[in-house]
């Protein structure tokens, strides 16, 4: 009986620290709902593209300001490309308690 009362409160401490509001950030954005997998493509080979023109380019001629903007043009396409691939992330911590649950249910 001890065995299993210890058990059980390793389960809900596990269940009390996974985070209950994690559907705002998992919703993609709306303007990428609306459109087809086609425009979707589309959208990404041109994106890639730029990504790649300014991986090319020869930024030592720039100012501070310029690569500033460039940099966070990359950061954005980086994260509307990451927006429309969708797909199911697990974190590390995700992974651990998954595995500690399988070796207590098993």
Do not use: H, Q
Not at 25 to 52: G, I, Q, V, Y
Not at 74 to 83: F, G, N, S, W
């Amino acid at each position: 009986m001890k065995k299993y009362s210890i058990y059980l409160m390793i389960a809900f401490t596990m269940v009390s620290l996974i985070p209950t509001s994690v559907t705002a950030a998992n919703e993609p954005p709306t303007e990428l709902m609306t459109s087809s997998t086609a425009d979707n493509a589309a959208l990404a080979k041109t994106l890639l593209a730029r990504l790649d023109e300014i991986k090319a380019m020869d930024k030592s001629n720039l100012t501070r300001l310029e690569k500033k903007e460039l940099r966070l043009e990359v950061r954005e396409t980086k994260a509307e490309l990451k927006a429309m691939n969708g797909g199911v992330y697990l974190s590390v911590g995700a992974i651990i308690i998954i595995i500690l649950l399988l070796i207590l249910l098993l």
